[in-house]
């Protein structure tokens, strides 16, 4: 039985768990260019942080006016993005921490995140993630992705739990804001420092206003620990 009640932890995946956007940066990049697309920034990446890597197609398709289907574009991008998460994807010390933390309390844990199944299973695989989360979610599962709700109600269902005993791990907007409509409290450590002031990060219980160089494993238990809902 859990040390910390009934709570289950829900994780987002890259930029919580992984430094994985450089890589979709670089897949989203080399893809966009083969489609007519040479100048794809950083800085415009990251204004799609958080958002489902199928929606961030859509969005791209339409604004550069490319001419292939989203699903034949997400297959190119995806290809590349998977080569590269194998070749290496590093794990945010203090998360790789917090995991195993929360693994050895007995906590439900599960990986809710905009990602492909296959980029999912990669990624947890490859840095050793799998042996402590087995449970993961896609939106390429659920109806709809970031900020709507149902990747992080599918994870509470697959672990069992209500949602109101869930809290979510989130570095972007529209997880924090996901997190809020599903009825689950939420740590932020968002990713884009400059981002701590958005209204959706101000519903956080616990706000990690300088990401992930402020974030430590102790200060999130220790905050689970003293707001945890007893065991039913």
């Known amino acids: 039985m ?5 709570t289950a932890v829900v994780l987002d995946l890259d930029g919580t768990l992984v430094d994985s956007e450089p890589n979709y940066f670089e897949a989203c990049r080399r893809t966009l260019a083969e489609h007519g697309v040479p ?9 799609y942080v958080g958002i489902s890597t199928q ?8 604004k550069h006016g490319i001419q292939a289907s989203v699903e034949a574009v997400l297959t190119e991008m995806n290809t590349r993005y998977l080569a590269l998460a194998r070749a290496g994807t590093p794990v945010y010390p203090q998360m790789r921490k917090f995991v195993e933390r929360l693994h050895d309390a007995g906590v439900p844990m599960a990986v809710a995140s905009g990602s492909s199944p296959q980029a999912i299973d990669a990624i ?3 840095t050793g993630l799998a042996a402590q989360l087995r449970i993961y979610v896609s939106a390429d599962e ?3 992705g970031k900020p709507a709700p149902d990747v992080f109600l599918e994870a509470a269902r697959r672990l069992g739990a209500m949602p109101a005993h869930c809290t ?15 009825g689950m409290r939420c740590i ?6 400059a981002q701590a002031d958005d209204p959706a990060f101000a519903t956080a219980g616990l706000l990690f206003r300088g990401g992930q160089r402020e974030f430590t494993a ?3 238990y220790d905050w689970l620990a003293r707001t945890a809902a007893p065991s039913t």
């Not at 859990?2 to 009934?6: P, R, V």
């Not at 100048?39 to 204004?47: A, C, G, I, L, V």
């Not at 791990?169 to 599903?182: C, R």
Request: hydrophobic share 50%.
């Open 188 to 193: 932020a450590v968002p990713y884009v420092a």
């Open 2 to 6: 859990s040390t910390l009640g009934s």
């Open 39 to 47: 100048d794809f920034t950083w800085q415009e990446h990251e204004s």
């Open 168 to 182: 979510v791990m989130e570095d972007a907007i529209p997880g924090a804001a996901a997190a809020y409509a599903a």
């Open 218 to 220: 102790e200060a999130a």
């Open 55 to 62: 929606e961030t197609i859509g969005i791209l398709r339409r």
């Open 124 to 126: 947890l695989s490859g």
């Open 142 to 144: 659920v109806a709809h």
